[in-house]
């Protein structure tokens, strides 16, 4: 089974500054990864994912993550934060898009 | 468009009292469906999930069930709540078409046990 390890639980920033949220997985097998978010008062949406190919993905939003397979990390990046990025992120992994396992969450908190 | 329905939105419940949630998705065919648990600090836990109709696989052993009784519904039920079930209950599907990997979420039912 796969498991997804996000080890911040908060992270607090000031506006227009870097940061990074951190994912790890562990699986035996090649698998697929993702981040959702979960805005305040909403429910939770896709923000970027891997499934193939170039090893670095982006969202529309700015954001990028890298898959890094031999630390088994999926983490998230964004070199200027806003307010407006205040939320919950998600990392997931599914290894044949049937069962899909999410870590425990990080808050980014974005302050002025 | 596809949407995804569930309700109620919030329910509070009584120890040993009986729980049906309900979903629903418009709009699209055989899709994956899911139960997710969202408890503060464990993230989403995955209840349940159905590839098709009467096709349910139980990730946690729990008083918590969930059925398929048609194509585009998923419920989820217990006989006797616990305290331990409360929490925000999430409902989502996968599209079966283009192994996109995207789940669609619905706005989620609050559970609280008292």
């Known amino acids: 089974a796969q498991s997804v390890t996000q080890l911040d639980s908060q992270v607090p920033v000031f506006e227009e500054a870097p940061v990074e949220l951190r994912c790890n997985y562990s699986?035996?097998?090649?698998?697929?990864l993702f981040w959702y978010v979960q805005y305040p008062n909403q429910g939770l949406q896709l923000l970027l994912k891997?499934?193939?190919?170039?090893?670095l993905v982006e969202s529309i939003n700015g954001f990028e993550a890298e898959f890094n397979k031999s630390q088994t990390s999926f983490h998230l990046r964004k070199p200027s934060v806003h307010i407006s990025d205040t939320a919950e992120y998600f990392c997931a992994v599914s290894r044949n898009f049937n069962k899909f396992y999410f870590g425990s969450g990080t808050k980014l908190n974005v302050k002025p | 468009s596809q949407t995804i329905h569930q309700w109620p939105a919030t329910l509070v419940q009584p120890v040993g009292s009986p729980l049906s949630l309900e979903c629903t998705v418009e709009g699209t065919s055989n899709p994956n469906l899911y139960w997710y648990r969202q408890a503060a600090g464990r993230g989403l836990q995955l209840l349940f999930y159905?590839?098709?109709?009467?096709?349910i696989s139980s990730e946690v052993p729990q008083n918590l069930s969930a059925s398929r009784p048609q194509d585009r519904q998923f419920i989820l039920s217990s006989k006797k709540l616990l305290l331990s079930d409360s929490g925000f209950y999430l409902c989502a599907w996968l599209s079966d078409r283009g192994y996109t990997g995207e789940l669609f979420f619905g706005e989620g039912s609050r559970l609280t046990v008292l």
């Open positions: 159905s590839v098709g109709i009467g096709q």
């Open positions: 891997y499934l193939s190919g170039s090893t």
């Open positions: 699986s035996s097998v090649s698998v697929y």
